[in-house]
């Protein structure tokens, strides 16, 4: 009954016909959500929060969705953590109205999402837990997270782990396997990984420095725009990182990637 009542809720129907199709929806996707079936109480959800063949009830609607996400289905599960959140994604744009951010609710459905295979869940507890903007700050939390999102074409993921092994934030220190992490993150096209890798030939030690490489790419980044690589040239020029010490230069691109925020 769940795929049929969906067949009603299409929006290619006349808006003639579209009260009794998704009545019509409705009574099926109740029948489907009564027996249980996550996806069908999920959607069912959504047509109490929307008003869509039924009275608008925003509080049955999200005890439809909790029920869902606690039945183990995973889209219900994201929607309640970026809900609770209070930031939205690509994939779930538009929050629950009136959830108050609640990072322990939050925390919960992500690590459900996760634990059941969803990688981009595993991503956004890695990004939490390693920004500490919303949770104590932990590193190690953050790589056992990230380590979970690596491998599914989330190029963040890799950048973000690499990050961890590059400074030892959480783990052990491990350049090889930061280049190895950076590199697949450069593979799926992140330029954010690029610029960290020549970041890490600025300022690890022998044999892993290559300050003349690193100086050379930085800036080709820099004049090209790229605001980070604006402000490593900066340092690099403050601090005399294989150049000669020249602080007005220092200064110039200091005031390059001020300009451009």
């Given at each position: 009954s769940y795929d049929l009542g969906l067949l009603y809720y299409a929006e290619n129907i006349p808006s003639k016909d579209r009260d009794e199709?998704?009545?019509r929806c409705f009574k099926l996707l109740s029948q489907a959500a009564d027996a249980g079936y996550g996806p069908a109480q999920y959607e069912l959800g959504y047509m109490y929060l929307s008003g869509d063949a039924t009275a608008k009830d925003p509080e049955k609607g999200l005890s439809l969705v909790k029920q869902a996400a606690e039945g183990g289905?995973?889209?219900a599960q994201e929607r309640l953590a970026h809900s609770y959140w209070g930031q939205p994604?690509?994939?779930h744009q538009y929050l629950w109205p009136g959830l108050a951010v609640n990072m322990d609710e939050a925390t919960k459905w992500f690590k459900r999402a996760a634990d059941a295979g969803s990688a981009s869940s595993a991503f956004y507890l890695g990004y939490i837990y390693a920004s500490g903007k919303d949770v104590p700050l932990n590193y190690a939390e953050a790589a056992k997270w990230y380590s979970k999102a690596v491998g599914h074409n989330l190029n963040g993921a890799e950048n973000n782990l690499a990050n961890l092994y590059a400074w030892g934030l959480g783990v052990?220190?491990?350049?090889?396997?930061?280049?190895?992490?950076?590199n697949q993150a450069v593979a799926m096209g992140s330029s954010t990984a690029q610029y960290n890798i020549y970041e890490v030939k600025l300022y690890a030690p022998e044999p892993y420095r290559?300050?003349?490489e690193a100086v050379r790419e930085i800036r080709k980044m820099a004049e090209s725009g790229y605001g980070y690589a604006q402000?490593?040239?900066g340092d690099i020029y403050a601090g005399g990182l294989g150049v000669t010490r020249n602080y007005g230069?220092?200064?110039?691109?200091?005031?390059q990637a001020a300009a451009g925020g």
């Open positions: 199709a998704y009545a289905y995973v889209e994604s690509s994939d052990p220190r491990d350049y090889n396997k930061a280049m190895e992490l950076y290559d300050r003349r402000s490593t040239m230069e220092a200064a110039k691109w200091y005031e």
